[in-house]
């Protein structure tokens, strides 16, 4: 199997104004994610891609955020109204899909401990095969 390669984060946050430090950022990110997944013997490639999107989420989550905060949940209109801040709602929305993600790749609290992933459960032998274990063992 080949390396798994890491995403062009230089590329894919090119566009941005602050595409070159969102870019350092998602660098170290995805090397520490890929090191304790990798430790614990869960890293694959279906993971990374999982991983990819963890990255690119919490990069956008982490730039937005301190901005989403400063304007706050509700935003004041010309005429004296207010109306929703949906900076404010899209980081919430991101916070809970990089809940998810780390859910997914056993990066919550709870699973960090983890060392691979849970053995699947033994399946029940049928009464005819245990009759036929039996036998086999007695001959």
């Not at 005429?79 to 899909?97: E, P, R, T, Y």
């Amino acid at each position: 199997m080949a390396a798994i390669q890491r995403p062009r984060y230089d590329d894919i946050f090119a566009g941005h104004d602050e595409g070159a430090a969102m870019a350092a950022q998602a660098k170290v990110l995805w090397e520490e994610y890929k090191a304790d997944l990798n430790g614990r013997g869960l890293w694959n490639r279906v993971r990374s891609r999982t991983t990819d999107r963890l990255v690119r989420v919490t990069v956008e989550y982490l730039h937005y955020q301190p901005l989403a905060l400063a304007e706050g949940p509700v935003k004041k209109a010309e005429n004296g109204g207010q109306f929703a801040n949906m900076l404010w709602s899209q980081v919430k929305n991101m916070a809970d899909q990089i809940a998810k993600l780390e859910k997914s790749l056993a990066l919550t609290p709870e699973s960090v401990s983890a060392k691979s992933e849970s053995p699947k459960k033994p399946e029940k032998m049928t009464a005819a095969e245990r009759w036929k274990k039996n036998r086999e063992a007695s001959h």
